[in-house]
Every structure is written in C-alpha cells, then in structure tokens.
C-alpha cells in the first residue's frame, strides 16, 4: 500500500515539478485563475445573434456549439474561427439558430472577437471597446 | 551503538504505520465507497448527454491529453459512445460493491479514459480531477468488505490498519491539489494576486465571459465589484486555505475546520462566478476528513448496517 500511495502522491505532484509546468487529466499543475490579470481588459471570440434591428444577442452555448459547457463551447468556437472551416462552422451555428425557437427573432450569425473592460461592462456599458467581425451568415428559416 | 540507527529506524518505520495506516473500521472506507459511488452513478447519468456530445470524429479540435494522448486520433464516436454507457453502468457494482475487486478497477478505468476524452477537445476543466483521483483510490482499496454485496450475510471484519490507509491518501490527495492551486498562483502572479486587483478582475472576467457565451452569470459578483478591498481579503483567505492546506492532515479537527473552509471557498466561487465545482460543493470531497462511518448512526442511512448480522453502529 505505501508504494501505491506513494505512485499516487508523486503523480499528483509530478505536473507542477515539470518545466514548464503541465496542466493535463486529471493530472494538473491547477493553473485556473492563476496569472496576473492587472487590467480588467479582456478579448473573446464568441458567437452573436443580430436581430432584425441590428442589436445583437448571445448564442447560448448548446447552439453556438451543440455542447452544454460554455468553457469547450468558447474553445469549439475559437478553434472554428480561426480554422479554415468558419463560414461553414457560421451555417451550422445558423441552422441551430433556426430551429432554436427562443431565438425566431435573431436573423443573421456572427463570430466575432470583441474586446471589453470587464469593470467597465457592468459599471457603465456592456458594449465592447472593439469587435471584429470574423463571420457572418443569414438565417434560412 | 549499531542497535540505535536500528532502533531508530523501527520506531520512524512504526510511526509511519501509526500515521499512514491507522486502525479503522471497514465501514470507513466503506461509507467513502458508498459516498463517492453514489456520487459518480448520479453524476454520470446527469451527465450523460454532455458526455455523449463529445462521440466525435472533428480531428481538427482533438487535443488530447492525458491517457488519451496515447491514441493518435480520436475513438471512433460508437466506441466511445459504449464506453461511456459501459461507465455509467459500471459505476453501479462500484456503488453496490458487486464483484469489487475486478468491476472496481474496470470502473476506474473507464472513468479515467472517459472524463479524460471528454477534457481532450480544447479546454480542460478541472472540476472532475479529485473525483477521479479518489475512484482509482478506493478501486484497490478493500472498500467493499463491509455495506457491500460481497460482504452480505458476513460478520463486520474488526478494525484493522488496511482500512486506514485509503482515506489517509484520499485526504492526501485533497490537500496537494490545493497546495498546487496555491503553488501556481505565487509562481505565475506573485503576490500581485493577493493584492486583490486581480481576484477582482477575475470575478469581472468570469462574469463578462459568461454572459457573452450566451450563459448564467453572478449578480452577487457583480453587485460587489466596486468593493475592490473585499476581494483582497477573499485572495488572502483562498492563498492561505490552499498554502496552508498540509495541517489539514496533521489533527482530525483541524482537517474538519479545513474542509468546511474549503468548501465554504467553493460555495464563494459558485456565488461570485457562477462556477461549480461540483464534487466540492456536494462536500464528498472532503469525506476522507471525517468518520465517515458515523453516518451509520443517522437514520436514513442505519439500514445499510443491516448488511452484516449483529452490527452495532456505534463504532
């Protein structure tokens, strides 16, 4: 029992004594909420809705990317974006769109990166200090 | 003179045993058995349509990591499809402790590759990590030797050191997870974090993050944002609870204190930034710190004694 607790303990350790140190499954160096972040200056790339009067919405993740976790939809959408693949990964957040009921009043997709002042969002104006537009499409309903 | 190096050598060697591999009840390792399988059963069938999401062949967003880092594409999407249901229902002699000593290793197995899968397309999350650690515990542990159908019918085996040393590493485990946390955030912040800004941008980040994926965010963590003076105190208190972590092991109570703190940290977390760590908040994960098998004195869960003949629950 001690060698297997000790074969426990040090793959447990193990990440954090590597150089640099690796963050894996379920082995991890716990790296989550860990860097400086001195400025509340933030960059996303994420999926938005545009409604017919030009304000825009965000996609709820299960449609932005059929997955239920926002954190692997922010990467599917990031991966998307800057792949090859993100006009044709547009049409299929589009064609969600279209059977997403809640969402009838949304008529375009866009993938977009957008740079925000986190403090600022709540405290003044949740519009972005910058967006660029990577994708967009219409919804064919 | 040689007889002291000798003499010196046995008593650390004992105290080690005394330390690591305490006399425990069965029942111990056990109710952590039973806690955690409980646990994994439920959240594997809550989780199964997120799970199933992920039976993808996208080579393009493989990121593999861990285990999984083994296969050079990713599991064709009916195979994973059955070894996620072949998890779910393995998780279920786990919880039961049927035929332990060869289904408890296939369920860890299985969880390992599956929740790992699950991690290898672009983020990792790190909600899972302990739950898993603790399944690959208790599946070579002898957990099952009590509240078990294995052990039905059976007298409850006496206290012994085999029933220690299982929840002595799950709590070791627990601890080195938060030390890491800790070590992590003096390595790549300094002690800019404990300066509070940057605990104040996160809960800003984490709740701008969340409403622009489309998801729920924190109106508590927001209304609080322009006390900037609360989140240093909150940094200093989640810095201390992870650092100072390892006295959780040297007393039983001071372990208790620590545990409730810890969650306490959890339930801040989910309040300030919408983000859950499950096994945390439901508090199994900090079962290797208590007596688990006083549980048996509660009513609801007394009729488990009812699996060995003549138990008393007093223990």
Redesign the interface.
């Known amino acids: 029992?001690?060698a297997?607790?000790a074969l426990?303990?040090a793959a447990?350790?193990s990440?954090?004594l590597r150089d640099p140190?690796a963050?894996?499954?379920?082995?991890?160096?716990?790296?989550?909420?860990?860097?400086?972040?001195?400025?509340?200056r933030?960059e996303?790339t994420?999926?938005l809705g545009v409604r017919a009067d030009g304000t825009r919405?965000?996609?709820?993740?299960l449609?932005?990317s059929?997955?239920?976790?926002?954190?692997?939809?922010?990467?599917?959408i990031?991966?998307a974006v800057f792949?090859a693949?993100r006009q044709a990964f547009c049409e299929e957040v589009a064609g969600r769109v279209a059977e997403a009921p809640e969402l009838r009043d949304v008529r375009a997709v866009e993938l977009a990166t957008?740079t925000?002042d986190?403090?600022r969002?709540?405290?003044a104006s949740?519009a972005p200090i910058r967006r660029t537009v990577h994708a967009r499409c219409e919804v064919r309903r | 003179m040689r007889g002291a190096p000798v003499n010196a050598a046995r008593y650390l060697a004992q105290a080690l045993d005394r330390f690591w591999m305490p006399a425990a009840p069965a029942t111990r390792v056990a109710t952590l058995r039973l806690l955690v399988g409980l646990y994994g059963t439920t959240y594997l069938l809550v989780r199964l349509p997120h799970l199933l999401s992920y039976a993808l062949d996208d080579v393009e967003r493989f990121r593999p990591v861990g285990l999984v880092s083994l296969a050079p594409a990713p599991t064709l999407p009916v195979v994973y499809e059955i070894l996620v249901w072949a998890t779910v229902a393995a998780s279920v002699p786990f919880l039961l402790g049927y035929r332990y000593r060869v289904l408890a290793p296939i369920y860890a197995g299985l969880l390992l590759w599956v929740l790992t899968y699950s991690n290898s397309w672009g983020k990792i999350l790190h909600t899972d990590n302990l739950f898993v650690l603790y399944v690959l515990v208790l599946s070579v542990a002898p957990a099952a030797d009590a509240l078990s159908w294995d052990a039905r019918g059976r007298a409850l085996p006496a206290d012994a050191p085999k029933y220690g040393w299982a929840p002595k590493l799950m709590a070791t485990l627990c601890v080195l997870v938060y030390v890491l946390a800790g070590v992590a955030k003096l390595r790549n912040s300094g002690m800019d974090f404990v300066a509070g800004e940057t605990l104040r941008n996160y809960v800003a980040f984490g709740n701008v993050r969340k409403i622009e994926l489309g998801s729920h965010h924190s109106p508590l963590g927001v209304w609080l944002l322009p006390y900037t003076g609360l989140f240093g105190a909150l940094a200093r208190a989640s810095l201390l609870l992870e650092l100072g972590a390892p006295v959780a092991l040297v007393h039983r109570r001071v372990g208790a204190v620590w545990a409730v703190a810890v969650w306490a940290f959890h339930l801040g977390v989910l309040a300030l930034m919408a983000i859950g760590f499950v096994f945390q908040l439901t508090f199994v994960a900090f079962a290797p710190f208590f007596r688990t098998e006083r549980l048996l004195q509660w009513r609801p869960f007394a009729r488990l004694a009812r699996f060995h003949p003549a138990t008393t629950t007093s223990r």
């Open positions: 029992m001690y297997f607790s426990m303990i447990v350790v990440p954090a140190p963050d894996s499954f379920p082995l991890s160096d716990y790296p989550m909420f860990s860097h400086g972040r001195p400025t509340p933030m996303l994420h999926a919405v965000p996609l709820p993740p449609v932005s059929g997955n239920r976790e926002v954190l692997q939809s922010m990467m599917t990031h991966y792949s693949r957008s925000f986190a403090v969002y709540f405290e949740p």
